[in-house]
């Protein structure tokens, strides 16, 4: 099998290259987890064939379900052994898929506890192809790292159904659709719940949206910048204010909304803000370097002459993804 898709009107279609023996419409054939009678037998240009010999492309339509690109045909007599064998192959899939979803570990579960702090943009997506689907599913699920990730709830092929909008709905999450439209129930359903569907025609730009969303959920780099410095050279009472802080600005520029500490004898003793400056009984944004202000800490009185207080200005750095990842490793 080269590829498979979900085609409206036709339904399942697989693109084959026949290797051995021939191939004819009405063959009972079983594909991976799929099966049928092909009902269709085409070339790749659309031509119906009577029959496919070695080395020929084929569209074969027929099968109940969609195979994996690689997955063996094979063409049987007996109808009922090719369901018998595709069942068998469901079967041993679910348990699989039961045992990976059971098998706990301590290391797994210190894993689900990072995972809780993971914030994620959850997907449902949906492709014209089964190919392009598992390409797609794999560029996704690698955009992760410990602080951020994109995970797939649901994927399949073929046009954005209204199943695919209720479980977006539940989920809270996005609907992607590559090559294919939602169905006119669907968009009914998205317009109401406020459900969002994104449709592409090239991948790049599903990839790129997704870095940048992610990207806008990583917490920035925080530092600080020391702004100014004032030396406390006075302490006035007032009944009102409390303790007013009487200074003079020894270095840059103290403003008025800025985060400031302050220091005795070189260390921290408070960090906070500003409940009042002032120069002149006027209210001021800014005191320079050289002129004599009053300050009020809010929420703190304990000041004493010779106390400095500086001014701090926070600066918030956006992020990329790669620099979240070198963090996680």
Do not use: W
Not at 105 to 116: S, V, Y
Not at 221 to 232: L, P, R, T
């Amino acid at each position: 099998v080269l590829d498979s898709r979900a085609s409206t009107g036709q339904g399942n279609v697989i693109t084959a290259l026949i290797q051995d023996g021939t191939l004819r419409p009405g063959d009972s054939v079983v594909c991976g987890p799929a099966h049928g009678k092909i009902r269709t037998l085409r070339s790749t240009s659309g031509i119906n064939l009577k029959s496919a010999p070695p080395a020929t492309p084929v569209e074969i339509t027929g099968l109940n379900d969609l195979p994996e690109a690689g997955d063996r045909l094979y063409a049987l007599d007996d109808a009922t052994k090719a369901r018998q064998i595709a069942e068998e192959r469901q079967e041993a899939k679910a348990k699989t898929d039961r045992a990976e979803r059971q098998k706990v570990t301590l290391e797994g579960l210190f894993d689900k506890i990072d995972e809780a702090k993971t914030r994620e943009i959850k997907v449902v997506l949906k492709t014209d192809v089964k190919g392009t689907l598992e390409v797609l599913k794999g560029e996704l699920a690698a955009m992760r790292t410990r602080e951020v990730a994109v995970r797939v709830i649901r994927s399949g092929v073929g046009e954005i159904s209204e199943s695919d909008i209720l479980l977006a709905d539940a989920s809270k999450a996005i609907v992607i659709g590559f090559h294919v439209s939602a169905a006119d129930r669907a968009r009914s359903e998205a317009d109401s719940k406020g459900v969002e569907i994104r449709t592409y025609s090239v991948i790049y730009e599903i990839i790129d949206d997704m870095r940048k969303a992610l990207e806008g959920m990583l917490a920035p780099d925080v530092s600080e910048e020391v702004q100014g410095k004032v030396e406390i050279q006075a302490i006035f009472k007032s009944t009102k204010l409390g303790n007013i802080a009487g200074c003079i600005g020894r270095q840059g520029i103290v403003t008025r909304d800025d985060k400031i500490r302050l220091l005795r004898d070189g260390e921290v003793l408070h960090e906070g803000r500003l409940a009042s400056l002032r120069r002149d009984k006027d209210d001021a944004k800014e005191i320079r370097e050289g002129f004599e202000c009053g300050i009020v800490i809010q929420g703190f009185k304990d000041i004493q002459v010779g106390d400095f207080i500086e001014s701090i200005k926070v600066i918030k750095t956006t992020r990329t993804l790669e620099e979240s990842e070198a963090r996680s490793e």
